[in-house]
């Protein structure tokens, strides 16, 4: 099918990510990572963006690689820091700062859960040469974890916590993460939901409309899936 691997593929890449590796991937090709990536999510964005904070100095030179998640961090007695798991956040609401985030940070790839519209990739991401890539589902933030090396250094840890700070992870073999975006703005999750839904009409057909709904909700079936 044009636009998807005729077979699952898998790729690794290594931050910072060059231009014609991100060009290269395809929707739906699962990504392992190596090198380093950092955490930034709304706390970050507020002070880059908004507050005018500067980053730290030399990230984008080692790291094009934005992961939208808390880290489950504990503090070492020698005072560096084990990340046992990282769990993804939700990407869709960071909308309104990435046009400035890009632009200060020079993030090449989010990472993130549920991905994002193709509007807001065709908008936002495409000028910017940025793709997303997805987690696999829940529950994996532990085989994440395995993936973090160490901790190369953490910013803004006691104003915004632990969730909220800006950790640099040194990565190997991190991952599975989903292309769910590319170059184009096109979109693994729409792609998907799109040729589902085409099929909804028929297997519902005949069926008879609820008698008892509650306040909002609505007999058209794509609605409900999505």
């Given at each position: 099918?044009?636009?998807?691997?005729?077979?699952?593929?898998?790729?690794?890449?290594?931050?910072?990510?060059?231009?014609?590796?991100?060009?290269?991937?395809?929707?739906?090709?699962?990504?392992?990572?190596?090198?380093?990536?950092?955490?930034?999510?709304?706390?970050?964005?507020?002070?880059?963006?908004?507050?005018?904070?500067?980053?730290?100095?030399?990230?984008?030179?080692?790291?094009?690689?934005?992961?939208?998640?808390?880290?489950?961090?504990?503090?070492?007695?020698?005072?560096g820091y084990e990340v046992g798991?990282?769990?993804?956040?939700?990407?869709?609401?960071?909308?309104?700062?990435?046009?400035?985030?890009?632009?200060?940070?020079?993030?090449?790839?989010?990472?993130?859960?549920?991905?994002?519209?193709?509007?807001?990739?065709?908008?936002?991401?495409?000028?910017?040469?940025?793709?997303?890539?997805?987690?696999?589902?829940?529950?994996?933030?532990?085989?994440?974890?395995?993936?973090?090396?160490?901790?190369?250094?953490?910013?803004?840890?006691?104003?915004l916590g632990i969730a909220q700070?800006?950790?640099?992870?040194?990565?190997?073999?991190?991952?599975?993460?989903?292309?769910?975006?590319?170059?184009?703005?096109?979109?693994?999750?729409?792609?998907?939901?799109?040729?589902?839904?085409?099929?909804?009409?028929?297997?519902?057909?005949?069926?008879?409309?609820?008698?008892?709904?509650?306040?909002?909700?609505?007999?058209?079936?794509?609605?409900?899936?999505?």
């Amino acid at each position: 099918m044009e636009g998807r691997p005729s077979r699952l593929t898998t790729v690794r890449l290594t931050s910072p990510v060059s231009t014609e590796a991100i060009a290269a991937l395809q929707i739906g090709t699962v990504v392992y990572l190596d090198g380093v990536v950092y955490t930034a999510r709304e706390g970050v964005y507020k002070r880059v963006v908004e507050e005018g904070a500067a980053l730290p100095e030399g990230l984008s030179a080692i790291s094009n690689i934005n992961f939208h998640c808390s880290p489950a961090a504990v503090a070492r007695p020698d005072g560096g820091y084990e990340v046992g798991a990282v769990t993804a956040t939700a990407s869709f609401r960071f909308s309104p700062w990435l046009d400035e985030w890009f632009a200060r940070s020079g993030a090449k790839i989010i990472i993130g859960k549920g991905g994002m519209t193709c509007e807001i990739y065709r908008r936002q991401f495409r000028p910017a040469g940025a793709i997303y890539l997805t987690t696999v589902g829940y529950g994996t933030g532990a085989l994440l974890g395995r993936g973090i090396k160490r901790v190369r250094d953490v910013r803004w840890l006691s104003e915004l916590g632990i969730a909220q700070a800006l950790w640099i992870f040194d990565v190997a073999d991190f991952g599975p993460f989903l292309v769910e975006s590319d170059l184009e703005g096109n979109s693994l999750f729409e792609r998907e939901t799109a040729k589902i839904s085409a099929g909804l009409a028929p297997l519902y057909e005949g069926t008879k409309s609820a008698l008892l709904r509650r306040y909002g909700e609505t007999d058209d079936r794509s609605d409900e899936l999505i």
